[in-house]
């Protein structure tokens, strides 16, 4: 039986490749297919900026027939649809008829349908391919390992929405996510398009509001809920879990079947072999050690859904790594893990190579994330050497001394005198005083309030004490 599905584009059609598919974030194939929601072979009938695909087969999702077509959607040009083509497309559903795709590797040429079908038997039955992907796979494999024990999941009956993939709901909680809190809680929610804010959120069962996760869970509720392509298709109440366990066993049901052999007079059953966690973890974590830097990212990005901190003494290992790429994501990933074991590692790159610019900021942002008082020398001795990154993590978490290590800074090293004045401003929200207007003043330059700092610490200096935590002082 033949279906049509109708897709939900906006694209400009072009009979020539894809001019600007740099500006992509590179994916794997395992990882356009795990984000997408519906995958289906078939012919495009492009009319204007809306394309309809007369389906063959659908490889993943549910089947439809004539489903409704919308035309004002955001997708890039890079996304080529032409009339008459036939691939393999991979999309996102926006409610469950529409679609569109969000990548350029969302269409598949029909010679690459073995790689999509090995690609999702990989996700279904990953046992087999942990000792014999093919060299090709290994990224795949590892991005599959990543999705299968992500250690975050959303489960609502009333609010399906938030399940899609093509709201994205879920990308990136790893980063923010406390990585030492595993556990399932459960939310009320009451919405009202009219009301401010629009989403009411409260806990039930067992979970209370001083859990780690609730807070976290109902801050990125409250802000999809202001989404106007979400709240429209959000009941007025209904409930969510957040099942921030990590899985002990990820692949098809143990008793499912992966083929039937007869040898001789018997029939042998191939059953499908569930992988565990710890397979997993050794996997992934054996693979930050690859020569290859497209495994090592994979790797990381996949340990990182995990949340696994038993990966942090390798991971502090590639900060030195000589491919920029994968020392800036091991530096982010020992920022999300908030682990103070990296303290000393990324103290010193923080002070080292003075040309690597991008490098330095994550590694400042990363100790802020930390925030071990044993970073604090390095961070005033890089303020010292004019390195305008130690601002903002000596204005996270620095010392009363701090604010005098910034003045110094500033008024000795012109590279810091349009950084420091912010963490001065930061230390002051901090402290037992109160910030004077003239502070973030946007009509005076960072140089001209400098003498004006100076006479602030000279009349404050005495008395000024921190009193509050960054999250006290800036945080609602």
């Given amino acids: 039986m033949i279906f049509r599905l109708a ?27 795990d984000s997408a929601d519906l995958i289906v ?51 996102h559903s926006i409610d469950g008829t529409k679609h569109r795709p969000f990548h350029p590797g969302c269409v598949q040429p029909l010679d690459r349908l073995e790689q999509v079908k090995r690609v999702l038997e990989m996700a279904r039955n990953p046992a087999p391919f942990l000792s014999n992907a093919r060299q090709e796979e290994i990224v795949d494999l590892i991005h599959t390992l990543g999705a299968l024990f992500t250690s975050y999941r959303i489960e609502s009956l009333e609010a399906t929405a938030l399940q899609r993939r093509g709201f994205r709901f879920l990308d990136g909680w ?15 929610c009451t919405f009202d398009p009219a009301a401010e ?4 959120v409260e806990p039930i069962g067992a979970t209370r509001e001083n859990h780690p996760l609730y807070r976290h869970l109902a801050q990125r509720l409250r802000g999809r809920a202001n989404w106007e392509a979400i709240g429209r298709q959000l009941p007025a109440r209904f409930a969510v879990t957040l099942d921030a366990r990590l899985p002990t066993t990820a692949g098809a049901p143990p008793r499912a079947e992966v083929g039937r052999e007869r040898v001789g007079d018997q029939v042998v059953v191939q059953a499908v072999r569930q992988v565990t966690a710890v397979e997993a973890a050794g996997y992934l ?25 038993d990966a942090v003494p390798a991971v502090i290992g590639l900060i030195d790594h000589d491919d920029d790429r994968v020392a800036v ?11 103070e074991r990296a303290t000393q590692a990324l103290s010193a790159a923080l002070l080292a190579d003075a040309d690597r610019y991008r490098m330095r900021f994550e590694v400042a942002r990363t100790l802020s994330a930390i925030a071990d ?51 001065l401003y930061w230390l002051v929200r901090r402290s037992n005083k109160q910030t004077e207007p003239w502070m973030l003043d946007p009509a005076q330059t960072a140089a001209e309030k400098l003498p004006r700092w100076k006479a602030w610490w000279e ?18």
């Fill in 7 to 33: 897709v939900a584009v906006l694209l400009l059609i072009f009979a020539a490749p894809a001019a600007h598919a740099t500006s992509w974030n590179p994916l794997s194939l395992a990882e356009v297919a």
């Fill in 41 to 91: 072979v078939g012919t495009a009938k492009v009319d204007g900026e809306t394309a309809t695909i007369r389906v063959r087969k659908t490889l993943k999702g549910p089947r439809f027939e004539n489903a409704a077509v919308s035309s004002s959607l955001w997708v890039k040009s890079d996304v080529v649809i032409r009339d008459g083509m036939e691939a393999v497309f991979l999309l």
């Fill in 174 to 188: 790893h980063e923010t996510l406390p990585w030492e809190s595993f556990d399932r809680i459960s939310v009320r």
């Fill in 197 to 200: 804010p629009k989403l009411n």
């Fill in 285 to 309: 974590q054996k693979a930050l050690g690859s020569r290859e830097p497209e495994v090592v990212l994979a790797a990381l990005s996949a340990l990182a859904r995990r949340r696994d901190t």
């Fill in 329 to 339: 994501a091991a530096v982010r990933f020992l920022g999300w893990a908030r682990d």
């Fill in 373 to 423: 008082p044993r970073a604090i020398p390095a961070l005033h001795d890089a303020a010292r050497r004019g390195i305008e990154s130690a601002t903002y993590p000596i204005g996270h978490f620095g010392t009363e001394d701090s604010f005098r290590v910034l003045l110094q800074a500033a008024d000795e090293n012109p590279a810091m005198r349009s950084s420091a004045p912010m963490g």
């Fill in 459 to 476: 009349a404050n200096r005495d008395t000024f004490r921190l009193v509050r935590t960054w999250e006290e002082a800036f945080e609602p």
